[in-house]
């Protein structure tokens, strides 16, 4: 038998790193795989957001307002303690939690605590005339496209979340918030007195 | 004179046919097919969520208003943001999500074409430019094959 005599593979450079990057296609090809390995964990990590959980800071994206012109973010309420409301006019049980989040910024709202509302997938005329129809005071944000309630994690309306003054999210409410439960879980956190 | 006859059908074909298009009547099952929901994540056609319901209805407000499909879902897009939108935009970043698969198959097929091309060169053919021999079996198998087919022959 011919033992065949197979020619040694020398590329120029001096290091085998060196040697192995001077081979365009496999630098071309490695950098393919990686940009693909890339994407898919781009998007697996946007996708598998799990949102904000008590402690975290609470998002801080700016939103235009419901009513009127301009934007807003949570920012501007730096300082305050915020009951931050993602609701939609077509979600029923929104129905019922507006008269007593209005209520309860009636009675602590001010320069200490605020409720704001965010109207989350919902059509801009449908959530003003919510809002003229339940008469709420408080300030409200739109979220046409959900990508708030995206980032604050929600998994459907109304949610609720109190952010304390340094922006942290204190109290995570699943589902509509009544009188007893603001009562129970948001009260007791608030300064004693209205100002 | 056929050939002018010919050029003023076609000019008025040009004009008459974007007209045309333009003042056909949105229809609901038309928009709804290339919406979606975006509560549910589906296909408005398929949806009937309490949101879904709200769409529908804007939609159909602005269908008897008298706007177009083109007008109703720039209007949504106002509402909802693109995504709502069952096939992305042909402008902006959203265009990549047509180009990048074009490109991608484009630079797989020249790929492909290349290493046919240097796989040919490589080994396809003869060494020193004669006629290829043909392939076949030889010795036992060649008899043994001329035997079989004998057998089978009618």
């Not at chain 1, 959530?127 to 309630?149: I, M, T």
């Not at chain 2, 003023?8 to 099952?29: D, F, H, K, Y």
């Not at chain 2, 021999?133 to 198998?141: F, I």
Request: charged content about 25%; aromatic content about 6%.
């Amino acid at each position: 038998m011919v033992e065949r005599k197979l020619p040694k593979l020398e590329v120029a450079g001096s290091t085998p790193v060196v040697r192995f990057f001077v081979s365009t296609r496999s630098f071309i090809a490695v950098l393919g795989v990686l940009a693909v390995v890339g994407l898919l964990v781009f998007g697996l990590v946007k996708k598998g957001s799990s949102g904000v959980q008590v402690g975290d800071p609470a998002p801080t994206a700016a939103l235009p307002r419901l009513e009127g012109s301009g934007s807003e973010s949570l920012n501007d309420y730096q300082g305050r303690w915020v009951l931050v409301n993602v609701w939609a006019s077509w979600c029923i049980p929104c129905r019922e939690e507006a008269p007593a989040l209005e209520q309860f910024q009636r009675e602590r709202g001010g320069s200490n605590f605020t409720v704001l509302g965010i109207d989350s997938r919902d059509l801009s005329g449908d959530g003003r005339a919510f809002v003229e129809k339940y008469g709420l005071s408080y300030p409200q944000l739109r979220d046409g496209n959900g990508d708030a309630a995206h980032e604050y994690g929600t998994t459907g309306v109304p949610e609720n979340f109190l952010v304390d003054p340094s922006g942290k999210v204190r109290v995570h409410l699943l589902g509509p918030a009544d009188e007893e439960i603001l009562r129970e879980q948001v009260e007791p956190l608030l300064p004693k007195e209205k100002s | 004179m056929r050939g002018r006859l010919a050029l003023t059908a076609v000019l008025a074909l040009a004009v008459l046919a974007p007209a045309a298009a333009a003042g056909q009547r949105a229809s609901l099952p038309e928009i709804e097919k290339q919406v979606m929901c975006p509560v549910c994540g589906t296909l408005l056609q398929l949806a009937e969520s309490p949101q879904a319901l709200r769409e529908k209805a804007f939609i159909s407000r602005l269908i008897e208003e008298g706007r177009t499909e083109a007008q109703i879902k720039d209007a949504l897009v106002a509402e909802y943001g693109n995504e709502v939108l069952a096939l992305p935009p042909h402008s902006g970043f959203s265009l990549s999500a047509y180009v990048v698969p074009i490109v991608a198959l484009l630079i797989a097929a020249a790929a492909l074409a290349a290493g046919v091309w240097r796989w040919r060169r490589a080994g396809g053919g003869p060494k020193d430019g004669g006629t290829p021999r043909a392939a076949g079996p030889s010795g036992e198998d060649a008899d043994r094959l001329d035997a079989d087919l004998a057998r089978y022959d009618l």
